[in-house]
């Protein structure tokens, strides 16, 4: 280790020299936290990471608050954090149909996603629609986001259980590739391929990688988002940046998973990632430090504290110390 605090770089042969963290913490991360985090420590936590040098930072979802009341306050988050987005950070937010569009343009929002899911066990659980019926949904509000009045606004495909399904079990490639076949056709300018239970491994990655290019998905509009529930996240990304993938989500310190599967644990630590990629010369333009102080002030917040192995190593908790006894 460096005296900075950083890994020694030792760059690898067949890796991109950059590569956009597209953080999710504050989204993807909060809304399957039991505590409600108040409004205005929400707004600073996305500050706080946009200070780290994040400069992809999805802010919230506007989803209905009956199903996440963890984010029900986006209304009034997103007013507090949208200064961000005119200093060249993009805050990108959810939005499951139609009236979460609505509610998401007229708050100014620039960047917005919508969620499908390549198995019908999972549409169901998490839409209450079959796959087809989800996209159906979903290719009127790409069409408007991308159209008219609100022409130029940027929309990603979220693509859930690519490799496993907790219901049914492995996916077919086939199965995936068609959907995200059907989410690029619609216009989504990105596609965020989800291992939303943590089950893929790297052989895994390639081979869905290598047929999504076969049915002309190219690499440049995809990005990856895996869970670590059997330690694979990293192992997982570095096999998609060896094939050419440069976006990658991630969590600041590890938080959140997904309430509608059960078995899905954390994601993948941002500064796990950034600890990797710094060792592999790697630009990501992030501030460890900062975003390492980011994470022990939120855990404190939360009550709990960080998986992230890196944020413990850093600040020399342990997993069983309270929030409070790591930032002492």
């Known amino acids: 280790m460096t005296a900075a605090g950083l890994p ?3 760059p690898a042969p067949g890796l991109p020299p950059r590569v956009r963290i597209h953080e999710v913490g504050a989204r993807d991360g909060l809304q399957n936290e039991k505590t409600v985090v108040p409004t205005e420590v929400k707004a600073e936590f996305v500050h706080r990471l946009a200070d780290a040098g994040l400069t992809t930072v999805e802010a919230t979802s506007f989803v209905h608050p009956k199903w996440v009341p963890q984010l029900a306050d986006a209304e009034r988050l997103y007013p507090l954090v949208r200064e961000l987005g005119e200093q060249g ?3 990108p937010v959810l939005v499951p149909n139609a009236r979460g569009l ?3 343009l007229a708050l100014g929002a620039r960047s917005v996603a919508v969620f499908a899911s390549a198995t019908e066990s999972f549409a169901k659980a998490n839409l209450n629609r079959t796959v087809d019926e989800s996209l159906a949904m979903f290719e009127p509000v790409v069409a408007r986001a991308k159209g008219g009045e609100h022409g130029g606004v940027r929309v990603r495909g979220y693509l859930s259980m690519c490799f496993g399904d907790p219901w049914e079990g492995p996916v077919p490639l086939a199965q995936v590739v068609r959907v995200a076949r059907a989410l690029l056709d619609m216009g989504c300018d990105e596609l965020s391929l989800g291992d939303t239970i943590g089950v893929a491994t790297p052989g895994h990655v390639l081979a ?3 047929a999504l290019n076969a049915e002309g998905v190219p690499t440049g509009r995809i990005g990856v988002h895996f869970h670590d529930t059997y330690g694979q996240a990293l192992a997982n990304t570095l096999a ?3 094939h050419g993938v440069t976006t990658v989500d991630a969590s600041a310190g590890g938080l959140g998973g997904c309430p509608f599967a059960k ?3 954390g994601n993948l630590a941002t500064e796990d ?8 010369g790697v630009e990501t333009g992030v501030d460890l430090g900062r975003l390492t102080a980011t994470s022990g002030w939120m ?3 939360l009550g709990r504290p960080s998986p992230s192995r890196t944020v413990r190593a850093l600040t020399g908790a342990t997993a069983d110390q309270s929030p409070e006894e790591q930032q002492s």
Do not use: F, I, Y
Request: charged residues 10%; without cysteine.
């Open 299 to 301: 855990a404190g917040r």
């Open 89 to 91: 950070v993009a805050l």
């Open 240 to 242: 998609a940046l060896q």
């Open 273 to 280: 990632l950034v600890w990797m990629l710094t060792g592999l």
């Open 102 to 104: 609505d509610r998401a």
């Open 8 to 10: 020694m770089p030792v």
């Open 263 to 265: 078995s899905a644990t």
């Open 208 to 210: 869905l990688l290598t």
